[in-house]
């Protein structure tokens, strides 16, 4: 069954559906279906979701403690853990760790509604609220210092700069490649506009009041950064953020580029759709000209084509040749529109 109706199913199969597991959550499970990279377990307290975590157990708690005190702080929108008996929001098992959560109903966020992403923009907005204060409990000093990687404030010049090394050095290996592919074709036809992409979002970051920025803590919020379409659910116009896996510490604006991005790439870079977005997010959390600058230097960095570049090139997801260049292909076709979307958001806002 998981051979022909999931595309997950390797990752899936890695999991121990042991009644024991279960047991430490003091659950009893009835049934369990998978669903991505995780199972909905049918048990005595309703639904749950069962997760394998991935990274370390205080880059979980760095994560646990972000969400509690968001939802302390009036949004509760978010993952909730299952305590174990022992009170912990995880078990060891195996050699893995696994942690269970409640399941939050709705539907995925469709970018093509704009209602949905006007709903979205907002509850962002919302969320970064409640999350204003936390770098301030010692708690969540403690584990930020175990976890480094994750406090991003002030390293965006630093890691685009690193980035734009790792491009050049992707294509050193196409061009030294002597049977080229159609994947190293296109991408090398294609690096040295992105480079330059590179070079020119650093520029105005670097023009802009970025690191002053970083020094104003009102500013810094608990970030969510993977706002991908099926992270987000929508029940009765109320929009439910999950998945916080790679939540870090940054400028609030990280999290509202994210967005912009995944909004609009398959929409033609539509340039309405980012006032919608920002007009959302502004309305409950305003943000000053010196941060839409900064959103513009993040805006002008080539995600899209770094991404698929550094995923080919390291062999970090195992997709196929077609998929690869199939990728590749979509990216630098619309490289017009984002031009263009580029320069009235520069225009429209002033930077």
Excluded at 132 to 147: P, S, V, W
Aim: net charge neutral.
């Amino acid at each position: 069954m998981l051979d022909v109706r999931y595309k997950d199913k390797t990752y899936l199969s890695k999991y121990d559906l042991d009644v024991n597991l279960f047991s430490k959550f003091d659950l009893l499970v009835y049934d369990v279906i998978p669903v991505r990279k995780v199972f909905i377990l049918d048990t005595n307290k309703g639904d749950k979701v069962l997760k394998k975590v991935n990274y370390r157990i205080e880059q979980l708690e760095f994560i646990n403690c972000g969400i509690e005190y968001i939802r302390n702080n009036n949004f509760d929108r978010i993952i909730q853990f299952e305590k174990t008996k022992s009170e912990l929001i995880y078990v060891p098992w195996k050699s893995d760790l696994y942690c269970i959560m409640n399941l939050v109903e709705g539907r995925e966020c469709e970018y093509s509604n704009p209602v949905d992403v006007m709903l979205t923009s907002r509850a962002i907005a919302a969320l970064h609220k409640a999350s204003q204060g936390l770098m301030d409990k010692d708690e969540f000093k403690r584990l930020l210092a175990k976890n480094q990687q994750r406090y991003l404030s002030g390293k965006i010049i630093q890691n685009y700069k690193r980035k734009l090394d790792e491009l050049i050095f992707f294509k050193s290996i196409a061009t030294l490649n002597e049977n080229k592919n159609e994947f190293d074709d296109i991408f090398l036809e294609h690096v040295q506009y992105y480079a330059e992409n590179i070079k020119k979002s650093i520029n105005i970051l670097k023009g802009s009041n970025y690191y002053e920025l970083c020094d104003e803590k009102e500013k810094i919020v608990f970030c969510h950064h993977d706002l991908a379409h099926h992270n987000i659910l929508i029940n009765k116009e109320e929009v439910y953020f999950l998945d916080f896996d790679y939540a870090v510490l940054d400028l609030r604006v990280h999290d509202v580029c994210n967005f912009i991005n995944k909004a609009i790439k398959n929409f033609c870079y539509d340039i309405d759709k980012c006032r919608s977005i920002l007009q959302g997010y502004t309305e409950i959390n305003p943000l000053d000209d010196r941060e839409l600058k900064v959103l513009y230097g993040m805006l002008s960095f080539p995600e899209d084509f770094y991404s698929i570049a550094k995923d080919y090139y390291t062999r970090k997801k195992q997709w196929s040749e077609e998929m690869f260049l199939s990728r590749l292909k979509k990216k630098v076709e619309y490289k017009e529109d984002r031009d263009k979307f580029l320069e009235d958001f520069k225009n429209y806002y002033n930077c």
